[in-house]
C-alpha cells in the first residue's frame, strides 16, 4: 500500500467500507448528506465544508447561506466526523491589532490548512470582488485575518500543508468577473504568508467537456509517497447549465508545480438526488479531504449548493485510477 506522509492517526475516522463486490475508485457514504437543509436558524444551508480532526474529534469552518442568500462563514464541531453541531454566530475576523474587523459582505468556499502547528482558512472574500483571504486559529475561538495575499478576482485558493524548498505553496484560480470562460490552476509561493509571487500556471482547463470550462483546486494536497494528490472540481457548460464535477491529480513530491498524471475522466459527479438536485442543481464540490495513515481518504463535498456529503476512497484507488484513468 503507498504510504501518506503524515496521515491522522484519529482513531475514529470517519468511514464507511467499499461496497462488497465492487471495483469503484470511489463510493459515497450510505447516509449522505450529512448535513441538510435549515440546520440553524435564519440559515438555509451549509455546505462547502472543511473539516479537520481536532482534540478528541472534528472541529469544521463552513459555508452558511442565509435566508438572503448571502454566505458567511460558521464553526461546527463532530465527535466523529459526521454528525455536526454549530456555532450560532458566524465567524467575525479580528486584525493584527486583535481588534474585530467590520464583516465583509460574504465569505465562503473555506478550506482548513494545518500548517506549522496552527490552523489556517482560506476562503473567498468580499474585497471589491471576489479574491482569496486567509487567516489563522489557534483554538476556532478567535481567527486572526492575515493581510489580503492577492487582487481581486481570484477564488480557491489552498495552501499545501508544509514549506516546500523553505517557501509557502499557495494554489489559486484568478478568475475574471464571472461572466466569461474562464478558470485554471496556479501556483504560487511566498517566504512570509503575505507577499506572494513566482506565479506559474499548474493545470489549465481540460479538451475533456467535464473540465472544459474551469477548473480549480479542493482540498489541501495529500502528501503521500508518490507525491501530492489534489481533489479538483471540474465545471461543464451545458445546454441545462453548470455541472460541477470532482476531479484528481498527482503532482511532483519535490517540485508541486510539475503534474506528473492528472485525471481524464471525472472522480466523482452529480448523479445522487442531493447533488442533481437543490439551490444550483448538478454540483459536487470538494473542499476537504481528511487522509488516515493507513491510506484511507474521506473526501467532504458540497452537494447542489444545498447539502454536504462524504465519499470515500483509499490512497492506491486513487493511484489506480490514475493509471487506468489520467493522462
Known sequence: MSKIINGSRIAVFPWEEKPAGSDAYVWRYSKNPIISRHPLPKIARIFNSAVVPFKDGFVGVFRGDGENDIPHLYVGHSKDGIHFSFEKEMIHFVGEDGKILPDTCFQYDPRIIPLE??????????????????????????????????????RNGVLFPRKIDGKYVMLSRPSDSGHTAFGDIFLSESLDLRYWGNHRLLAQRGYEWWCALKIGPGPYPIETDKGWILFTHGVNRTCNGYVYSVGVMLLDKDDPSKVIRRGADYFLTPEEDYETIGFVPNVTFPTSALAHEDGRIAIYYGAADTHTGIAFTTVDDVLRFLEERGR
Open 117 to 154: 502547528g496552527r490552523y489556517y482558512i482560506v476562503y473567498c472574500d468580499d474585497l471589491g470582488g471576489p479574491t482569496i483571504s486567509v487567516a489563522v486559529t489557534d483554538d476556532f475561538v478567535k481567527f486572526a485575518k492575515i493581510p489580503t495575499p492577492f487582487l481581486p478576482y481570484n
